[in-house]
T-cell receptor, first 117, second 109 residues
Framework: GAVVSQHPSRVICKSGTSVKIECRSL??????MFWYRQFPKQSLMLMAT?????????EQGVEKDKFLINHASLTLSTLTVTSAHPEDSSFYIC?????????????FGDGTRLSIL | GQNIDQPTEMTATEGAIVQINCTYQ??????LFWYQQHAGEAPTFLSY??LDGLEEKGRFSSFLSRSKGYSYLLLKELQMKDSASYLC??????????WGAGTKLIIKP
């Protein structure tokens, strides 16, 4: 069964809207969660590493003020795409490791398909 | 720089065997993952190798050669539902996951 739950699965909204995506770990605590973006026919691109109780670590080229990450509890991380524009349309996926050891596999949420009109 | 290479696309026949290769160049190495991703869905974990050799899991097996910077995913008795992209990802010395672009596998009847 699923170990990571992501919501919503699909969002369609107007340009300028802010969109919040939730990622929850089910039945385990995740001090670290990961946020990825994937454009059609391309591989996963890590956007940021979300750390419980502290600031997220963003990858080079990812705007911190544009993609706000909050990891307020051990089971929930949120990604807010602020003032979204059509170029932000993409497939956003979160992941977590059931055991917080770095050589453990990441388990992914079902992803959120974001379409900005 | 760090790099993962895998073929863009492969085609195989239902019931057959297919091998998807992956070569990696990373600063340090802490293991290699294979994930399966169906179109429009998130990736699912298939295997992890950190030692040389073959790991078998049912119809899927994964092989690693650290000295050659090489891995492959072997799929036996192919089924139509195996049509998907297969992502290779290596963990570098900082435990950063370096992702390949994925291999799209097309299964024909």
């Amino acid at each position: 069964g699923a170990v990571v739950s992501q919501h919503p699965s699909r969002v369609i909204c107007k340009s300028g809207t802010s969109v919040k995506i939730e990622c929850r770990s089910l039945d385990f605590q995740a001090t670290t969660m990961f946020w990825y973006r994937q454009f059609p026919k391309q591989s996963l691109m890590l956007m940021a590493t979300s750390n419980e109780g502290s600031k997220a670590t963003y990858e080079q080229g990812v705007e911190k003020d544009k993609f706000l990450i909050n990891h307020a509890s051990l089971t929930l991380s949120t990604l807010t795409v602020t003032s979204a524009h059509p170029e932000d349309s993409s497939f956003y996926i979160c992941s977590a490791r059931v055991e917080d050891r770095e050589n453990q596999p990441q388990h992914f949420g079902d992803g959120t398909r974001l379409s900005i009109l | 720089g760090q790099n993962i290479d895998q073929p863009t696309e492969m085609t195989a026949t239902e019931g057959a065997i297919v091998q998807i290769n992956c070569t990696y160049q990373t600063s340090g190495f802490n293991g290699l993952f294979w994930y399966q991703q169906h179109a429009g869905e998130a990736p699912t974990f298939l295997s992890y190798n950190v030692l040389d050799g073959l790991e078998e899991k049912g119809r899927f097996s994964s092989f690693l050669s650290r000295s050659k910077g090489y891995s492959y995913l072997l799929l036996k008795e192919l089924q139509m539902k195996d049509s998907a992209s297969y992502l290779c990802a290596a963990l570098d010395s900082n435990y950063q996951l370096i992702w390949g672009a994925g291999t799209k596998l097309i299964i024909k009847p």
